[in-house]
């Protein structure tokens, strides 16, 4: 009966999984076997998670950052498991591409049921096949049904309802666990702070309904700016913040002066005069050897102080420009 559903009814596949608790165990187990379904990768940021130490032994890559790990948010349980699901899926999307990612918190909200399930088929004829059909069958159904509402409860927690970007709740955690990347690795990371030049007179003389169409219109662009691996969110008002992993400031600088070219080149008023914006970069770079123990909290916060003392040095200078600044710690 297992063969026959495998042979029917599943295309060929390359999933990721993200969870390594009992959900991402039930999804490892369910699938390992299946003929058509290649589990190319696995990630939790606990890297003794069950699912990840089983994924080790089967040779499956597993992804676990385990330095990046987020603290706890004082929201309720269904926010803390989304949460971690978008950390790792953008971890587990930095390392693979191409692939379906199946939520294995999501399957551990039922995973009580799946052991009623097996306590209820196991004097069954043909139990195992009756239970991998129907654990499988149950599997589906979560990607199917829950996994778009669960989607949907991540789009509304942590992006900005105008513009589809990422909110600043989603920013703080990014931020934090970037530069606690950078605090064990040492590579470079940028953070640039953008702001619209005059948006005020935009909003007094063409009304809030065009303030915002440019929010929106600066969004796409600054979206469009941004590689995978980054993380673009609207700030507040018309601040916006990318971050930008694994990159210096002579690369943040060639990104922010074409971001401000693609600006003025492509946004207008409704007077057709051109929408400018004024971008403070800073960048991070970590000696790892001599500062083992940097605190991660206290070190983001200066990374957020200094692109925001670069992006007030290019308001008072003119605007429409950037400028950049470097933390080197420790201090050459």
Not at 35 to 43: A, Y
Not at 67 to 82: A, K
Not at 214 to 241: H, P, Q, V
Request: charged share 25%.
């Amino acid at each position: 009966m297992a063969e026959n559903l495998q042979d029917e009814e599943i295309e060929p596949v390359d999933i990721g999984i993200i969870g390594g608790g009992k959900g991402g165990t039930a999804l490892l187990q369910a699938l390992k076997d299946i003929p058509q379904v290649n589990i190319v990768g696995i990630c939790d940021i606990n890297p003794k998670a069950p699912a990840v130490l089983i994924a080790r032994e089967m040779g499956i890559d597993t992804y676990t950052d385990s330095g990046q790990l987020i603290l706890e948010q004082s929201m309720d349980w269904l926010l803390n498991v989304t949460h971690k699901s978008i950390t790792q899926r953008h971890i587990l999307s930095r390392e693979l591409s191409d692939i379906t990612v199946i939520d294995g918190h999501i399957a551990e909200l039922i995973w009580h049921l799946l052991l009623d399930l097996q306590d209820s088929l196991k004097d069954t004829e043909d139990a195992d096949d009756s239970l991998y059909a129907l654990v499988w069958t149950v599997i589906q159904r979560i990607v199917n049904i829950a996994q778009p509402v669960h989607r949907e409860l991540e789009h509304i927690a942590f992006h900005d309802p105008l513009t589809g970007l990422y909110s600043r709740h989603m920013l703080r955690q990014f931020i934090e666990r970037e530069t606690s990347h950078v605090c064990r690795n040492g590579q470079p990371l940028s953070l640039a702070i953008l702001d619209i030049d005059h948006f005020k007179d935009v909003n007094d003389k063409f009304g809030h309904d065009v303030g915002d169409q440019t929010l929106k219109d600066l969004a796409d662009l600054f979206r469009n700016s941004c590689r995978a691996t980054d993380l673009a969110a609207r700030y507040g008002g018309e601040e916006f913040i990318a971050v930008l992993p694994s990159t210096s400031q002579d690369a943040s600088l060639i990104w922010a002066e074409r971001m401000r070219e693609r600006v003025e080149e492509s946004l207008r008023r409704p007077d057709d005069e051109k929408v400018t914006i004024s971008i403070g970069v800073a960048t991070l770079l970590v000696d790892t050897e001599a500062n083992p123990n940097l605190s991660i909290q206290v070190t983001s916060d200066l990374l957020f102080k200094r692109a925001d003392n670069a992006l007030y040095e290019a308001k008072n200078n003119g605007r429409n420009r950037v400028v950049t600044s470097e933390i080197s710690i420790p201090e050459k």
